[in-house]
């Protein structure tokens, strides 16, 4: 799906693959979150991006009667999501740490407006076939996710903005 290849129906159906991608999610946002949070901030934080995920997935796909697209549609976001996170460790890591040149600091958030980029247009991939639209819409839904994500980030966690 990174490629915008295959889509959220050639998961398998399996409530056990969603556990699994659930748990592994949570573990590589623990990873990414322990640069930018504080330690009191971390769990809750993770557990609020797998919420929003959920709610939001949940509700479009209700909303538009494709309920039963839920759990491979899930699936593919959870999937994406712990790849991008992985992906994004590193750079978390350089923003951070605070002997990091300017200049390196410069070049890894460009790379990350870049990934986060990239992140949006798969989500939007994975929306556009979970609900069989154009991708302009799913663009939009897409975009939707990640800035409510962003949103209640910043007003629940202020420690984020802070940092």
């Known amino acids: 799906m990174l490629f915008l290849k295959s889509a959220p129906q050639d998961l398998p159906y399996s409530p056990r693959l969603g556990l ?19 330690p009191d901030d971390i769990y809750s934080g993770v557990i609020l991006g797998f919420i ?3 709610i939001y997935t949940y509700g479009v796909l209700s909303a538009l009667n494709k309920k039963a697209r839920f759990l491979q549609t899930f699936c593919a976001l959870l999937g994406v999501g712990i790849l991008f996170n992985l992906f994004t460790w590193p750079i978390f890591y ?6 990091s040149l300017d200049s390196a600091k410069t070049s890894m958030s460009l790379l990350f407006l870049l990934i986060i980029s990239w992140e949006v247009l798969v989500k939007a991939h994975i ?37």
């Open 20 to 38: 699994q991608l659930a748990v592994f999610y949570v573990i590589s946002g623990i990873f990414i979150l322990q640069t930018t949070l504080s």
């Open 52 to 54: 929003v995920q959920l």
């Open 127 to 163: 929306f556009r076939h979970a609900l069989e639209m154009k991708m302009f819409g799913a663009l939009a839904l897409s975009f939707s996710l990640f800035f409510i994500s962003v949103a209640l980030s910043q007003l629940l966690l202020p420690a984020a903005s802070g940092s």
């Open 94 to 99: 350089v923003l951070a740490d605070s002997a």
